[in-house]
């Protein structure tokens, strides 16, 4: 069935570190990827997607990187602040045309000052 | 996302009872997705509706129904509620609905 795995689930950064963390998708014909950030009580928010036919999309200290083969995506965050602390969700497409997103389990990210 | 509205809030209901929730979308967006999000998770979706008709159900009992209006606002049902029922459900909108989503502060359902 359709499943994305996200890995870590938890991280710790100090403040000024880069921050990694890593999907893998099972649906090849998924075609969006985007990526959210949640902070306790509050919506996800959409921070950056990226789109089955390019490889790498970059925002100011943050980046995703897709690799259609392997089946993965990533996000980077550079030079790390305490309000990046956050859960951050990544999510795939699904290859149905439903509208549905498939959402990993979440990374809670925290960035020690 | 900012436009994305949801009503209410907070809501209690025992065992049993109906709720309804509802979803306002950004201006110009004409899909309405509805994700259950329980503590510690990752949002599950449910349904999506698009220019008033379902596109998409999710893996959610009959119990659940949705609808959207001719303005693009959307009610989600959940009958004969259950103590699993109690999550967060967020509401999100997008211009087609097939990409870029944008979620509404959902609303937080307690069942006891």
């Known amino acids: 069935g359709e499943n994305v795995e996200q890995h870590p689930s938890t991280l710790s950064v100090q403040e000024g570190d880069s921050a990694v963390i890593k999907c893998t998708y099972s649906d090849s014909a998924s075609n969006y990827f985007p990526w959210y950030k949640q902070e306790l009580g509050k919506r996800p928010q959409l921070i950056i997607d990226?789109?089955?036919?390019?490889g790498e999309k970059k925002d100011q200290r943050i980046a995703v990187t897709l690799n259609k083969t392997a089946k993965h995506f990533s996000l980077h965050i550079t030079e790390t602040q305490p309000e990046d602390s956050a859960v951050y969700f990544c999510?795939?497409?699904?290859?149905?045309?439903?509208?549905?997103?498939?959402f990993g389990q979440g990374t809670t990210l925290q960035v020690k000052p | 996302d900012a436009g994305v509205t949801q009503s209410p809030t907070h809501l209690i209901k025992t065992r049993g009872q109906h709720v309804t929730l509802r979803c306002s979308p950004i201006s110009g967006h004409k899909s309405v997705s509805w994700y259950q999000q329980v503590l510690g998770q990752g949002p599950q979706f449910i349904f999506q509706y698009y220019e008033k008709e379902e596109r998409g159900r999710g893996n959610f009992p009959d119990r659940f129904s949705a609808r959207q209006f001719p303005n693009y606002s959307s009610e989600l049902n959940v009958n004969a509620l259950l103590l699993g029922d109690s999550a967060l459900y967020l509401c999100?909108?997008?211009?087609?609905?097939?990409?870029?989503?944008?979620f509404g502060p959902g609303t937080r359902l307690t069942v006891l």
């Open positions: 999100a909108s997008g211009k087609q609905g097939l990409d870029t989503q944008y």
């Open positions: 999510a795939a497409s699904s290859a149905s045309n439903t509208g549905k997103l498939i």
């Open positions: 990226i789109r089955s036919n390019v």
